[in-house]
């Protein structure tokens, strides 16, 4: 090769220094900082635990016992896994020497296998019927009779709105809020006018659903006085996102006195007056 021509192929071959502001520069190293992206991310999850409709967040005794056993459930589900997860890696990093073992086209089972499997067989067993146990335990709190209610409310399912009517002596209905005492149990009649719906308090309660031709009751109490969420939680048409229902819990003085309102008769405005005083003289004049 002649000495240009190897110098014009190493020319060729540089990158002249006017082309290096050109092109893209490599990106800095992120130096990552995880106590801050830790407590991003907790506060993001945390968020979601609480306000006017989070079941982790209850007021009720039969939420309370919903809560203990979503917790319960997560702890030991989140400890088995964990387990696995160590038995797995555990099994792919260990190098198994099988040098001057001749291969078998079905080997013995050892002891220890033997032993590891009765154990993990024995350990499934027992966290499946604890945890059995206290599933059936919390649906007892959660749907036990209990005390006397001491309000009766029929709640009534449409597309997409809910009748709320009180029962008893001088009842009344509402629609789309049930008000309730503090500390007193309520007994709630659930029925459906057209389609399935799932009457759902997260704070309160569980989730129970209306079906047609069939009623279900439930029963809630609130612990102390505020505004609780509820929604239908089975998709009952296009504004099933938009059917939901409040439940506001008062003191009981302060609940008697609303219900003594509600089931009065209703007084005449001033707009009514003057609407008939002129209605009236319209008739005289046209006499």
Same mark, same amino acid.
């Given at each position: 090769?002649?000495?240009?021509?190897?110098?014009?192929?190493?020319?060729?071959?540089?990158?002249?220094?006017?082309?290096?502001? *050109?092109? =893209?520069?490599?990106?800095?190293?992120?130096?990552?900082?995880?106590?801050?992206? #830790? *407590? *991003?991310?907790? @506060?993001?999850?945390?968020?979601?635990?609480?306000?006017?409709?989070?079941?982790?967040?209850?007021?009720?005794?039969?939420?309370?016992?919903?809560?203990?056993?979503?917790?319960?459930?997560?702890?030991? *589900?989140? $400890?088995?896994?964990?387990?696995?997860?160590?038995?797995?890696? #555990?099994?792919?990093?260990?190098?198994?020497?099988? +040098?001057?073992?001749?291969?078998?086209?079905?080997?013995?089972?050892?002891?220890?296998? $033997?032993?590891?499997?009765?154990?993990?067989?024995?350990? @499934?067993?027992?966290?499946?019927?604890?945890?059995?146990?206290?599933?059936?335990?919390?649906?007892?709190?959660?749907?036990?009779?209990?005390?006397?209610?001491?309000?009766?409310?029929?709640?009534?399912?449409?597309?997409?709105?809910?009748?709320?009517?009180?029962?008893?002596?001088?009842?009344?209905?509402?629609?789309?809020?049930?008000?309730?005492?503090?500390?007193?149990?309520?007994?709630?009649? #659930?029925?459906?006018?057209?389609?399935?719906?799932?009457?759902?308090?997260?704070?309160?309660?569980?989730?129970?659903? #209306?079906?047609?031709?069939?009623?279900?009751?439930?029963?809630?109490?609130?612990?102390?006085?505020?505004?609780?969420?509820?929604?239908?939680?089975?998709?009952?048409?296009?504004?099933?996102?938009?059917?939901?229902?409040?439940?506001?819990? $008062?003191?009981?003085?302060?609940?008697?006195?609303?219900?003594?309102?509600?089931?009065?008769?209703?007084? =005449?405005?001033?707009?009514?007056?003057?609407? +008939?005083?002129?209605?009236?003289?319209?008739?005289?004049?046209?006499?």
């Amino acid at each position: 090769m002649a000495p240009d021509e190897h110098n014009n192929n190493e020319r060729d071959r540089r990158v002249p220094d006017a082309v290096f502001p *050109l092109l =893209p520069s490599r990106p800095e190293k992120r130096v990552w900082a995880p106590s801050a992206d #830790l *407590l *991003l991310t907790g @506060s993001s999850l945390l968020s979601g635990c609480a306000g006017v409709q989070s079941a982790l967040d209850p007021h009720s005794e039969q939420a309370d016992t919903l809560a203990a056993l979503f917790w319960t459930f997560t702890a030991v *589900l989140g $400890l088995v896994w964990l387990v696995t997860m160590a038995g797995l890696l #555990l099994a792919l990093t260990r190098r198994r020497d099988g +040098r001057g073992e001749s291969a078998e086209a079905r080997p013995a089972v050892k002891r220890p296998m $033997l032993i590891a499997f009765a154990a993990m067989l024995a350990s @499934s067993a027992i966290v499946l019927s604890g945890l059995a146990v206290l599933s059936f335990g919390g649906q007892r709190t959660i749907f036990g009779s209990g005390a006397g209610a001491a309000l009766t409310i029929s709640v009534i399912g449409h597309q997409w709105w809910w009748q709320v009517r009180y029962e008893g002596e001088n009842g009344f209905e509402t629609a789309n809020e049930i008000r309730i005492p503090v500390g007193s149990p309520v007994e709630i009649k #659930l029925t459906t006018a057209d389609v399935i719906h799932s009457f759902w308090i997260p704070s309160l309660a569980g989730k129970l659903d #209306l079906i047609p031709g069939k009623r279900n009751e439930l029963r809630i109490e609130a612990s102390k006085p505020g505004v609780y969420r509820g929604q239908c939680a089975e998709f009952c048409g296009q504004q099933h996102a938009h059917m939901a229902i409040f439940v506001v819990a $008062l003191e009981p003085h302060e609940f008697e006195r609303w219900r003594a309102d509600q089931a009065a008769p209703a007084k =005449p405005t001033a707009y009514l007056r003057k609407q +008939r005083v002129f209605t009236s003289a319209l008739l005289e004049s046209s006499q």
